[in-house]
């Protein structure tokens, strides 16, 4: 139960900054629009998340599909990024 607690505590947060900031930069129109439904959207997506972890068999399953997911996320988010099909425009 640790094992997976920690996971949902640590990994949680991460994955859904991941999954909101795909969301969010690959949405079509302007990002001053479509940022602060989405950025609403994050807590109801963290619990969801956390809640999830809990139905791995085992803490190190747990760590193993939050960490993959985290690590991917971010990959997509980074690899979309460099190939220019998503970029971070300032207001």
Sequence with gaps: ???KSLAAALLGLPLTAAVIGLVTLSW???SEVVTLPWLL???PLWIGVMATVFTARSGLRAWA???G???LG???LH???LIGWIQVVAP
């Design 1 to 3: 139960m640790w094992g």
């Design 79 to 81: 690899g979309l990024k």
């Design 41 to 43: 959207m994050s807590f």
């Design 65 to 67: 599909w939050m960490g």
């Design 69 to 71: 997911l985290t690590v």
């Design 74 to 76: 971010y990959a997509l």
């Design 28 to 30: 079509p129109g302007r």
